[in-house]
């Protein structure tokens, strides 16, 4: 039997975008989803949307993201994390806490991360047991993260190495109806990684990484292909960012944010109305509004 399947984009802090659109499904009550996945920071809107916790992820981009707790350039340069998504993940806990009871009763979370050992994406479904381990793992980018997370016998690095937008694997699990909130502009295009010796040096002793990071781009856009192109007996309807998206992966201006979040907002909004039919809206007006 198909199913209904909502899947998130990673990003960074792109993904004020996603936390926008998920904000106005919580107000619009709108979850007719049978199970859901993210990536990344994906990942961690969706326990807000899960849980009914309007505006939290919104606060955790805005509020710990922008801090120098979270993002520091002179720890990395003393050989620190650039980004510590540990803290990140335990401080908006402590901050703002879930509603346990509600995200393990609700549809099925699942959360991808990339195995250091394979380059390939493990697909988590999230729990009480593995929650943490699962939210650090699906965050931890490589080189801007010194840990490297280890559970269920495996160690992980950011989902959206091997992954990024797991469109394919809602499909391969019956979703035949998938919802996706990208980060980027219908038209984005991931460009190939430059400097692949770099990287290869910076992550030199872990191999199998490195050439996942050269190949991301090819898996990412075939990920485009899919959704832009989808097999017959499946329905996919996106949501993305207008063009001339203000907010960049490492954007901390409070204005920009905001700017971001409202955008995720309207595109939410106009979604949900454009699907009950309250708003019949063109594609020129509405291009998020139609598979």
């Known amino acids: 039997m198909s199913s209904k399947a909502l899947v998130v984009e990673g990003g960074a802090m792109r993904g004020i975008f996603a936390a926008g659109v998920l904000d106005a499904f919580l107000e619009q009550e709108h979850n007719p989803f049978d199970f859901v996945m993210g990536v990344s920071a994906g990942a961690s809107n969706m326990l807000g949307y899960l849980t009914g916790a309007h505006g939290r992820s919104y606060k955790v981009i805005t509020e710990l993201a922008t801090s120098g707790e979270f ?25 703002y806490p879930l509603d346990f009871d509600r995200l393990f009763t609700s549809v099925p979370f699942f959360a991808a991360a990339t195995n250091i050992n394979t380059g390939e994406a493990d697909y988590f479904r999230v729990s009480q047991d593995n929650l943490a381990d699962v939210i650090e793992a699906t965050t931890a980018l490589p080189i801007a993260y010194k840990r490297t997370p ?5 160690c992980y690095a950011d989902g959206g190495v091997a992954d990024s937008i797991p469109v394919k694997e ?59 192109n989808p097999p017959r007996d499946a329905t996919i309807r996106v949501i993305a960012p207008p063009e001339g998206f203000p907010v960049r992966r490492l954007t901390r201006k409070r204005k920009l944010l905001d700017t971001g979040y409202q955008m995720g ?17 063109s594609p020129e007006e509405c291009p998020a509004c139609y598979a």
């Not at 993002?71 to 901050?95: C, H, I, Y």
């Not at 595109?267 to 949900?272: D, L, R, W, Y």
């Open 71 to 95: 993002f520091n350039p002179a720890r990395f340069a003393r050989g620190g994390n650039l980004m510590d998504v540990k803290w990140l993940s335990e401080t908006s806990m402590q901050r």
């Open 150 to 154: 280890c559970f269920s016998g495996g």
């Open 170 to 228: 809602a499909y391969r699990r019956g979703a035949r109806d998938i919802t996706v909130v990208l980060s980027e502009p219908l038209s984005y295009s991931m460009p190939k990684l430059k400097n692949n010796w770099f990287i290869k040096k910076l992550l030199k002793e872990n191999s199998t990484i490195a050439e996942a990071l050269q190949g991301r781009a090819d898996r990412y856009n075939q990920s485009l292909d899919f959704i832009r």
């Open 265 to 281: 907002l309207d595109e939410g909004f106009a979604h949900v109305m454009n699907l009950r039919g309250i708003e019949h809206l």
